[in-house]
């Protein structure tokens, strides 16, 4: 005889019939958008200052649909710069908050200051940009290197993408642009008359950069490299000619008795002036430069890889009257978002037509399933002596 049915295995019945909730969203496969519509993201963080192997941990979280100004962003490529490992290890002069906003259980950072971005949706108060254009920092420290961000509307750049590749739009932010700005920001050269500069650290990013607008503008230079032996010194060498040098001489070589009337005889006697030195490395090499400087001329100093303070003669000051000056492009872009977006354009348009070359990178591809262990050995190989190019973080299937 069957038992009979109660309410309580009628409703248990029904219920095994309903659509169970799953333990996690359904991702969509390419985007990971979650059917909630969440963004799913993955962001390398720091809780506590130190070197990257030790520090670095990768933080998975979601980020809601955009709304009034916000942007849902997704990076595109993100470069490892020199100032990104010192933020880390705590040594830079600015640094960014340890905060709970991702969710993360201790306070943290997220590390990187330079990326291109495209926008995967935007709120309905955003007006500048929308879904599918590319953008670039406007401010410093938004930490870029993540998967996917949100952030407001005004924290970014909208730049033109057609005739450009993602490592185009990634790194034109700092190096291009603080080459640009020493060069014409401090001091006039005139290519009819001749007129000089000087740099150190010409095989760096800024380097090649200067190098380029140099060729573009008609301005003769002397690129100063670091010693380099055999085929691999004439090959770099090469290089930086083509680039657009004048002359390329090693850092042993500006540093040696004689090299003033070697300038000298360069320069038609001295009758074309050397105006600008643009110094990155400091002490005996960074003073060198400004041996190199007629009167009146300016050296700027924007780096410091010796670790060695400029140790100058009186005479500097006193008799050829030269001045000294320093150069941050974070904060110089920080106070004029203008200029910035204006000089970007300008570099991104030599890009297109041929007349800028981005300096060499190795690519370091982040898909979504990338280990943590791959993504931090490749942060950590950045203190690693010679490289064949800056390290730069290339995103897939995100």
């Known amino acids: 005889m069957a038992r009979p049915r109660t309410a309580t295995s009628l409703i248990l019945q029904i219920s095994h019939l309903r659509p169970q909730p799953t333990a996690e969203p359904i991702l969509d496969r390419r985007r990971y958008i979650s059917a909630y519509g969440y963004t799913q993201a993955k962001s390398l963080i720091y809780s506590k200052h130190g070197e990257p192997k030790d520090v670095l941990d990768i933080h998975r979280h979601s980020l809601s649909p955009p709304h009034s100004n916000l942007l849902t962003l997704r990076i595109l490529a993100a470069p490892l710069n020199p100032a990104d490992i010192n933020q880390i290890q705590g040594t830079y002069p600015s640094l960014p908050s340890f905060t709970t906003d991702l969710g993360t259980p201790t306070p943290s950072a997220v590390p990187g200051n330079e990326a291109v971005f495209e926008v995967l949706s935007a709120g309905s108060s955003a007006k500048s940009v929308q879904k599918g254009d590319w953008v670039i920092a406007r401010y410093t420290g938004l930490g870029t290197w993540r998967t996917h961000m949100q952030i407001p509307e005004d924290r970014v750049l909208r730049v033109e993408k057609e005739g450009l590749k993602p490592v185009h739009a990634a790194t034109v932010g700092v190096n291009p642009v603080t080459a640009w700005r020493m060069m014409t920001d401090f001091t006039t050269l005139d290519a009819a008359r001749g007129d000089w500069f000087v740099q150190n650290g010409a095989n760096s990013g800024v380097g090649r950069a200067a190098l380029q607008l140099a060729r573009k503008w008609g301005w003769k230079n002397i690129a100063v490299v670091r ?48 105006k600008l030195a643009m110094n990155c490395v400091g002490g005996k090499p960074g003073v060198a430069l400004a041996k190199l400087l007629s009167s009146n001329g300016w050296h700027v100093t924007y780096g410091a890889m010796s670790r060695q303070p400029l140790a100058l003669p009186a005479g500097m000051l006193i008799f050829k009257n030269l001045n000294f000056t320093g150069f941050w492009v974070s904060k110089w872009s920080d106070a004029n978002p203008e200029a910035k977006q204006k000089t970007v354009e300008s570099v991104l348009d030599m890009v297109r037509s041929g007349e800028f070359k981005d300096q060499p990178v190795v690519e370091v591809p982040w898909e979504w399933n990338t280990e943590k262990s791959e993504l931090v050995d490749a942060v950590q190989g950045t203190l690693e002596g010679y490289r064949k190019g800056k390290g730069l973080f290339t995103f897939g299937d995100t």
Do not use: I, M, N, Y
């Open 227 to 274: 010693d380099r032996p055999g085929e691999e010194g004439e090959k770099l060498k090469r290089e930086l000619l083509e680039l657009g040098a004048t002359k390329v001489v090693s850092e042993e070589e500006v540093q040696a008795k004689g090299f003033g009337e070697q300038v000298k005889e360069w320069t038609d006697g001295g009758r074309e002036q050397v």
